[in-house]
């Protein structure tokens, strides 16, 4: 079985006291996980506070975002080299909120998902449909376009290193999760995909987090889903308490002794 991962999308969140309050909050609550994994992702400007805080915890640090060049002249921007620098392991890479708002197109997304896995980054691929996508029946489409477009050109092995999460857009921030049922679905139908782009034994490996309005209430039917291998969390993660009660849940999933 997939172990689950949690995952904190902190986005544009948090002072550097309020960052190193929280990450320690979240660290203290969570000192020996079993069945689940934890990585926080804050802004770029708390990263190597929040490094500090987690070092030497089983916690993970990860970013929201990355550029796909080493270097340059790409003002404001942040390489996936910067990244594996300050010991983050992850990297979160086409956020419907980086598509929605900062006009990111699929090339992009795929840009940087292979420059992440050059630097030795697990990419966190995030796809999922608007409200009215999903009225026009385009869910599927949708989904399937983004995933085939974001791991174009990835070999089959580096695909097995990479994460996907399908946030439905109507779902982020809203207070409306998807249903488990609607979810799993969806999550079932990009496994076929990640089995016919690599291999089954390869797709049957890769987690796909669910995000979206996911609480300490309905954590706990959404991971149970066999299809569901954890969340990739917004605002739930800026509360510890709230942000803990999702990873007990998670942790509960499949049997494992919940352990804080
Ligand atoms: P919320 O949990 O606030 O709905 O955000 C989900 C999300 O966008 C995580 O990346």
């Known amino acids: 079985m997939r172990a689950a991962l949690l995952v904190a999308n902190w986005k544009m969140h ?86 929605q708002h900062f006009g990111e197109i ?52 580096d695909l097995g290193r990479c994460i996907v999460a399908y946030e439905p857009v109507w779902a982020i921030g809203t207070g409306v999760n998807a249903t488990p049922t609607q979810a799993s679905e969806v999550h079932g139908y990009l496994r076929g995909l990640l089995s016919e782009l690599a291999s089954k034994e390869i797709a ?3 987690r796909i987090l669910y995000g979206g309005s996911v609480k300490p209430d309905n954590a706990g039917e959404l991971c149970r889903e066999p299809e569901i291998d954890g969340a990739l969390v917004g605002g739930a993660s800026l509360q510890a308490q709230a942000f803990l009660g999702i990873v007990r849940k998670a942790a509960a999933r499949g049997g494992a002794t919940p352990k804080e």
Do not use: Y
């Open 106 to 157: 699929d090339a992009q997304v795929n840009l940087k998902l292979r420059a992440a896995l050059a630097h030795g980054l697990t990419p966190l691929l995030c796809v999922g449909e608007s409200a009215d996508e999903r009225r026009q029946g385009l869910t599927f489409t949708v989904v399937e376009g983004q995933l085939r477009a974001g791991l174009g050109g990835v070999s089959p092995d």
């Open 14 to 99: 948090g002072t550097l006291g309020e960052a190193r309050a929280l990450a320690t909050s979240v660290r203290d609550g969570i000192k020996r996980p079993r069945g689940v994994e934890v990585v926080l992702c804050p802004p770029f400007t708390a990263l190597p506070a929040v490094a500090e805080v987690l070092a030497g915890s089983p916690i993970g640090l990860g970013a929201q975002n990355c550029h796909w060049e080493v270097t340059g002249a790409f003002t404001g921007e942040v390489s996936p080299a910067m990244l594996a620098d300050l010991g983050c392991r992850l990297v979160i890479v086409g956020h419907s909120e980086r598509r």
């Open 204 to 206: 049957e490996t890769v």
